[in-house]
């Protein structure tokens, strides 16, 4: 028999679709997205590079969100400071300090190492157990959680600039404007 999926797991699921296929069509007001090439490339630090932006948010070849460091690691882009912020409320008393883990949890910036959006997501709405003979590990599952699940790609993008080394320990010193779409997006999924 099936597990049922909570309405707001289902939601969850429907709102990373739709959001996911708008990063590569056009938005409501039929604009398309800008896509980055040729030597005008907004360079970031670290291993990924964006490929497109829309609204503010980055992603990168694969249609994964990712950040945008610049400025030497002093500024970052609004989802990858939104993510900090939505990391040291929700994931901190875990997985430690800029996710460096703690005796609770792994790391995550060596687990984010080669790991997509979609793997992420997976864990993080259904959480994940780990059993050996010397210890058991439980993530609980966030599906449910409105102050995890509206910002899961803030997060992403944040332990993904944690974990290529493009952004160091501690809360970003700037940040790019706060997009209009993201205001929208949050309050539509806090509703």
Same mark, same amino acid.
């Given at each position: ?7 707001? =797991?289902?939601?969850? #699921?429907?709102?990373?679709? !739709? +959001?996911?296929?708008?990063?590569? $069509?056009?938005?409501? %007001? ?54 900090? =912020?939505?990391?040291? #409320?929700?994931?901190?008393? !875990? +997985?430690?300090?800029?996710?460096? $883990?703690?005796?609770? %949890? ?74 209009? %779409? ?10």
């Amino acid at each position: 028999m099936k597990p049922a999926v909570p309405a707001f =797991v289902s939601l969850v #699921a429907l709102v990373s679709v !739709c +959001h996911a296929a708008g990063a590569a $069509g056009p938005d409501a %007001a039929g604009q398309r997205p800008v896509t980055i090439s040729g030597s005008a490339d907004p360079k970031s630090a670290g291993a990924s590079q964006p490929a497109k932006v829309q609204d503010g948010q980055y992603t990168d070849r694969n249609g994964d969100p990712t950040y945008h460091v610049s400025d030497g690691g002093r500024k970052v882009d609004w989802y990858t400071m939104s993510g900090y =912020v939505r990391y040291s #409320a929700n994931c901190l008393a !875990c +997985h430690g300090p800029d996710g460096l $883990g703690s005796s609770y %949890a792994p790391s995550l910036v060596d687990a984010l190492k080669g790991m997509d959006y979609a793997h992420f997501a997976g864990i993080v709405v259904g959480g994940k157990k780990d059993v050996s003979a010397a210890q058991d590990l439980v993530m609980p599952a966030f599906g449910e959680n409105r102050n995890v699940m509206c910002y899961l790609p803030d997060i992403y993008t944040y332990l993904r600039a944690r974990s290529d080394g493009a952004l160091g320990r501690n809360r970003p010193p700037e940040h790019e404007p706060k997009p209009a %779409a993201f205001t929208k997006a949050e309050d539509a999924c806090m509703s």
